[in-house]
């Protein structure tokens, strides 16, 4: 059973999202809070699998609350995932660089938010195509690159550096198995071996130092 905390300071949205998630057997709803402190306080109450964050809400809002939970080594299990509208991108590349294991988008559909709990719970990040260029490139032009280790960067091989571009383009490990003409299996073990070469926590974190180092967007061979 996926345990899940909804943080979000409007009601009917939070009672929307418990209705649509319980319809699943896998999932269950343990807590909601209307704001950041009570997100966090409910979270080492409960110590769900996933938090669904909203960004803005009264008092402590999202973002601060997705820190606050991610340091605490009591929650070390918990993932954190960004409730967001287009408008909201500053704070999404900020939760992303908190921790946060992604993101959605509030007008995804029922069956879309079932299978994103169960995708941040396997372990992967939920970083849609269609958002995720337009948030990550916009706030690194921005003069949000931070330095990257020369030395971790030449120790990608170049198959590495194609498939942190891939991963970056918020494709799957199929996706990047087809595009590549490799395994899936094969696509997740390069990325893995980046992750672990760059120090990235998870998917989300790899695809933010992606757009921060120059990765994200270098050409593949032909």
């Given at each position: 059973?996926?345990?899940?905390?909804?943080?979000?300071?409007?009601?009917?949205?939070?009672?929307?999202?418990?209705?649509?998630?319980?319809?699943?057997?896998?999932?269950?709803?343990?807590?909601?809070?209307?704001?950041?402190?009570?997100?966090?306080?409910?979270?080492?109450?409960?110590?769900?699998?996933?938090?669904?964050?909203?960004?803005?809400?009264?008092?402590?809002?999202?973002?601060?609350?997705?820190?606050?939970?991610?340091?605490?080594?009591?929650?070390?299990?918990?993932?954190?995932?960004?409730?967001?509208?287009?408008?909201?991108?500053?704070?999404?590349?900020?939760?992303?660089?908190?921790?946060?294991?992604?993101?959605?988008?509030?007008?995804?559909?029922?069956?879309?938010?079932?299978?994103?709990?169960?995708?941040?719970?396997?372990?992967?990040?939920?970083?849609?195509?269609?958002?995720?260029?337009?948030?990550?490139?916009a706030f690194?032009?921005?003069?949000?690159?931070?330095?990257?280790?020369?030395?971790?960067?030449a120790?990608?091989?170049?198959?590495?550096?194609?498939?942190?571009?891939?991963?970056?383009?918020?494709?799957?490990?199929?996706?990047?198995?087809?595009?590549?003409?490799?395994?899936?299996?094969?696509?997740?073990?390069?990325?893995?071996?980046?992750?672990?070469?760059?120090?990235?926590?998870?998917?989300?974190?790899?695809?933010?130092?992606?757009?921060?180092?120059?990765?994200?967007?270098?050409?593949?061979?032909?």
């Amino acid at each position: 059973m996926i345990r899940v905390l909804l943080a979000d300071d409007q009601t009917l949205v939070r009672a929307g999202f418990r209705v649509l998630l319980e319809r699943a057997d896998d999932i269950e709803v343990v807590g909601e809070a209307a704001d950041g402190d009570e997100a966090v306080a409910l979270a080492r109450a409960h110590r769900p699998d996933v938090v669904l964050m909203d960004v803005r809400m009264p008092g402590t809002d999202g973002l601060t609350a997705t820190r606050l939970l991610l340091a605490d080594d009591r929650l070390a299990a918990t993932r954190v995932v960004v409730l967001t509208t287009f408008d909201d991108d500053e704070y999404v590349f900020g939760a992303l660089h908190a921790g946060a294991s992604g993101f959605l988008l509030k007008d995804i559909d029922p069956e879309a938010l079932r299978q994103a709990v169960r995708t941040v719970m396997a372990g992967d990040a939920l970083l849609a195509p269609r958002v995720t260029r337009r948030l990550i490139s916009a706030f690194t032009s921005r003069g949000g690159r931070a330095p990257v280790e020369p030395e971790l960067l030449a120790a990608l091989t170049g198959r590495e550096r194609e498939v942190v571009a891939l991963v970056a383009e918020g494709l799957s490990n199929q996706e990047i198995g087809d595009r590549l003409a490799m395994r899936p299996a094969t696509a997740k073990t390069h990325a893995n071996r980046a992750m672990a070469k760059l120090g990235a926590r998870d998917r989300a974190h790899l695809v933010v130092i992606a757009y921060q180092s120059g990765l994200a967007g270098i050409p593949r061979p032909r």
